[in-house]
């Protein structure tokens, strides 16, 4: 059965930090690119950051300087460091991983994410 459970969620002031977790399970992860979507309130999803099978990352521009996904193949995990948070920021995050080769997709529940004062 395959599952991808985030956490770090939560309320942060802005300017503030979070890390979000995406740890899978029932999958090769190895064979996985991995990436990060969010979701605002009436809006639709998008995707924010996302890794390659060999580590090569790309980033939306709303986040790229502020947020870092990483990976660690041995515990099977995603990251997304989230750094200079904004309001606008606010969103359901969700984790979504792609097979290399079948280019078969999965997603996590999400975690919600708010910033404000």
């Known amino acids: 059965q395959v599952q991808l459970v985030e956490s770090g969620g939560g309320l942060v002031q802005p300017g503030g930090s979070l890390r979000l977790s995406c740890a899978a399970s029932?999958?090769?992860?190895?064979?996985?690119?991995m990436a990060w979507y969010r979701q605002a309130l009436g809006k639709e999803r998008d995707l924010i950051a996302r890794?390659?099978?060999?580590?090569?990352?790309t980033y939306a521009d709303s986040v790229k300087g502020r947020f870092t996904i990483s990976r660690d193949n041995a515990k099977n995990t995603v990251y997304l460091q989230m750094n200079s948070l904004k309001p606008e920021d606010t969103a359901v995050y969700s984790c979504?991983?792609?097979?290399?080769?079948?280019?078969?997709?999965?997603w996590g529940q999400g975690t919600q994410v708010t910033v404000s004062s």
């Open positions: 979504n991983s792609e097979h290399i080769y079948s280019r078969r997709k999965y």
């Open positions: 029932g999958i090769s992860f190895n064979f996985n690119h």
């Open positions: 890794i390659t099978s060999g580590g090569s990352t």
